[in-house]
């Protein structure tokens, strides 16, 4: 993987014409990973609430998740805010360049326009949200969240109806099953793919010579996010990961190096949620039931970096 990366980059930035030549295998890799997502939520998500049983007993770990979500989240908003105040990294817009690199001021205004004005309006957004109106075309365009809430409470029937829920189980636990081994296979050309995904964006950039100066122009701001971002991920994630989980963090790191790596080049959740799971269950060791549960749901409202960037 790591080697992948390398000559990703040394291609895209010596040759982008070539790097731009072979994106074309990384978006096959990334579409290839996204085609997995949707199964996979749903049968690891039934297969995972299915495996405790009588459904009540979903209160204790469920209660948990919720509360480290909320709290991880809540720690990676005041880093973001703490860092904003003490480095100051914004600039006006018309001198951060960011009319030319990002969307223009109309199209910025029409997207606030589109958000809801009000808390209220806001919690009435998210609570339709999780109700779709078509389940197939929620399927269709990776609504990750609907999903999530119908795959839950689908499992959760299927424990309170007998044996005829029970074949259905074993029906979604196969899925599962099937859905981990293609991800397994898909691990032996994700070097390829990752390294052509990179050597694409830097071939879209022009090489280094085109690269570096879209860096360097928000270099204030970009900094800022980077050291809040390793404030959160290098320190208190791991603390976390130390004295709930009671982990080795050198062990833990180099379990999940490959998802890491994964999200590090994709920027994708979604993307990386197949290879997280495989990881979680092969290298770390943690519970299927567990993983089934906890992960898919975490990669949907567990956004700390997304949380932390927007602050």
């Known amino acids: 993987m790591l080697l992948g990366i390398l000559t990703g980059i040394l291609l895209g930035g010596f040759v982008p014409s070539f790097g731009l030549g072979i994106q074309f295998l990384g978006e096959l890799f990334l579409q290839a990973l996204f085609a997995l997502v949707v199964p ?24 948990r998740t919720v509360l480290f979500f909320m709290t991880t989240t809540g720690l990676a908003v005041l880093v973001g805010l703490i860092l904003v105040i003490v ?14 690199a990002g969307s223009s001021p109309s199209e910025v205004t029409e997207q606030l326009e589109d958000k809801p004005a009000t808390l209220v309006e806001l919690f009435k957004t998210i609570l339709t949200s999780l109700v779709p109106k078509n389940l197939f075309a929620a399927m269709a365009e990776t609504q990750i969240l609907p999903l999530i809430v119908f795959a839950l409470i689908f499992g959760g029937v299927l424990t309170t109806i007998g044996d005829k829920g029970i074949l259905v189980i074993r029906l979604f636990e196969g899925i599962n099953d099937a859905m981990m081994a293609i991800v397994h296979l898909l691990m032996w050309v994700a ?63 180099k379990a999940m190096s490959t998802p890491l790596m994964t999200a590090f080049s994709t920027s994708s959740s979604s993307a990386t949620l197949p290879l997280t799971m495989e990881s979680l269950i092969q290298e770390a060791g943690v519970s299927r039931r567990v993983v089934s549960f906890v992960v898919p749901l975490g990669a949907t409202i567990n956004m700390n970096g997304t949380a932390l960037y927007e602050a």
């Open 40 to 63: 996979l939520v749903v049968s690891s998500m039934i297969v995972g609430i299915a495996s405790l049983g009588d459904v009540r007993q979903l209160g204790p770990l469920g209660i």
């Open 191 to 253: 070097p390829v793919g990752i390294g052509a995904l990179i050597a694409g964006r830097l071939g879209e950039a022009g090489g280094f010579s085109g690269f570096w100066p879209q860096l360097f122009s928000l270099g204030n701001y970009v900094g800022t996010v980077l050291i809040a971002l390793s404030i959160h991920g290098l320190l208190i994630l791991p603390l976390a990961l130390r004295i709930l989980g009671k982990q080795s963090v050198p062990f833990y790191a």
């Open 87 to 100: 480095l100051h990294p914004g600039v006006p817009l018309e001198k951060s360049g960011m009319e030319t």
